[in-house]
């Protein structure tokens, strides 16, 4: 790889409001790693959202460690989006149910 190819990076989070405070990484890594992480998000049907420098910033938290303060804005920004895409395919989802019934 030469120092101009961009090299694919992944971080999982997980929130569950009734366990932490505030969300943390679950799994991170770059090349292949980062590549199995996306590839278990899609199969899991997670909503996937690239943004780069949101991604280095998350590297840096260590696995199992809640995100810092500093990030919980971008964070909520991203959790917002993940959760009006769900709330929309929900809705998809069961107009297309209940036309099939």
């Given at each position: 790889?030469?120092?101009?190819?961009?090299?694919?990076?992944?971080?999982?989070?997980?929130?569950?409001?009734?366990?932490?405070?505030?969300?943390?990484?679950?799994?991170?890594?770059?090349?292949?790693?980062?590549?199995?992480?996306?590839?278990?998000?899609?199969?899991a049907g997670?909503?996937?959202?690239?943004?780069?420098?949101?991604?280095?910033?998350?590297?840096?938290?260590?696995?199992?460690?809640?995100?810092?303060?500093?990030?919980?804005?971008?964070?909520?920004?991203?959790?917002s989006f993940v959760?009006?895409?769900?709330?929309?395919?929900?809705?998809?989802?069961?107009?297309?149910?209940?036309?099939?019934?």
């Amino acid at each position: 790889m030469s120092k101009y190819e961009k090299r694919t990076k992944a971080v999982a989070l997980r929130y569950e409001e009734k366990r932490t405070a505030a969300p943390e990484v679950v799994a991170a890594g770059s090349g292949k790693v980062a590549e199995k992480i996306i590839e278990a998000a899609r199969e899991a049907g997670v909503v996937i959202k690239e943004d780069p420098d949101l991604v280095e910033l998350l590297a840096k938290v260590p696995i199992g460690e809640q995100i810092p303060a500093e990030l919980y804005q971008t964070v909520a920004e991203l959790l917002s989006f993940v959760y009006s895409v769900n709330t929309k395919y929900k809705e998809k989802y069961n107009k297309i149910k209940k036309k099939a019934q």
